[in-house]
């Protein structure tokens, strides 16, 4: 008889939409499995006319937690007790923890990002970083490096409706951690290459990469780049995209989306089990490579 579930088996949701297409199942049921821990955790199709309803469901099935994905990130706070200071300053939440009937809002996709810099031996703080992006991804990276110790951070996007997003990021990160953080036009391609010029790490935090824009860069070319600069791009499909390429080519040590996502995983793993997540199995199953 399959043992696997029981009558003991605690679950872990995942609430989004569409959410089919997720690697997120399958990375923490193996990592369950492999540690013999008895959760399980499923994707369930919510958007936001739905997540009120499914938020009070998860408490009422006394859920472990749930991840929280597009359209759901910036929303969910409003049926949660409590924020992380993260959390609080990014306004958005992928992950919840049921701490006895008290839900407590996490973003783990920052952590996600700063662990796999770690993970690759590249050490951002205290330094300055360039970053491209004010997004969900951007913003929960953007927060994660100022409270993580980086020391300076110019941010560059379009003047479209993230503008105002980053703005907002650009004064918190000012008045309410120690890092510096400036707000640039990306179209600006003079300060673009002054400002990467002067940094240690260049990040695209963009959607500029993958499809629709696969084969795009948020820089015209690679004279942007100089071989000791770090590259890296939140990107994970296409595993190499055009600014990875270009990094390649002048030699700059690069990092594609692959350890954030899975690390972002880990540290939601973590706060629902106490566990680590066991990250060299994972990234052998999953075949993650970070160039
Ligand atoms: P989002 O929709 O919240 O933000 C999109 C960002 O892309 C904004 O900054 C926007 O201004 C910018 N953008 C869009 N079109 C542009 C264009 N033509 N030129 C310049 N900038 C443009 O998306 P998000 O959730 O922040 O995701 C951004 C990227 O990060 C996506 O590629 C996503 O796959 C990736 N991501 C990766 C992980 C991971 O774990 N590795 C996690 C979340 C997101």
Known sequence: MAERI???TELIGLMAYPIRHSSSPAMHNEAF????????????EVDNSTLEDAVKGLRALKLVGSNVSMPNKTVVHKYLDELSPAAELSGAVNTIVNDNGKLIGHITDGIGYMQSLKDYDIDVIGKKMTIAGAGGAATAIQIQAALDGVKEMSIFNVKDKF??????TVEKINTKTS????????ADLDVLRREIEDSYLFANATGVGMKPLEGK??????SFL??????????????????????KEVGCK?????????????AAFKLWTGKEMPIEHMKEVLGIRYE
Do not use: S
Request: hydrophobic letters at 50%; aromatic letters at 12%.
């Open 163 to 168: 503008w105002d997003t980053a703005l907002e």
């Open 217 to 222: 860069a948020v820089i015209p070319d690679k």
């Open 6 to 8: 029981t009558g003991h």
């Open 179 to 186: 890092c510096k953080a400036a707000l640039y036009d990306l």
């Open 254 to 266: 690069n990092m594609n989306g692959f350890g954030m996502m899975l690390f972002q995983g880990a």
């Open 33 to 44: 499995a492999y540690l013999g821990l008895d959760y399980a955790y499923l994707a369930f």
């Open 226 to 247: 100089r071989p000791d600069l770090i590259v890296t791009d939140t990107v994970y499909a296409p595993a190499e995209t055009e600014l990875l390429r270009m990094a």
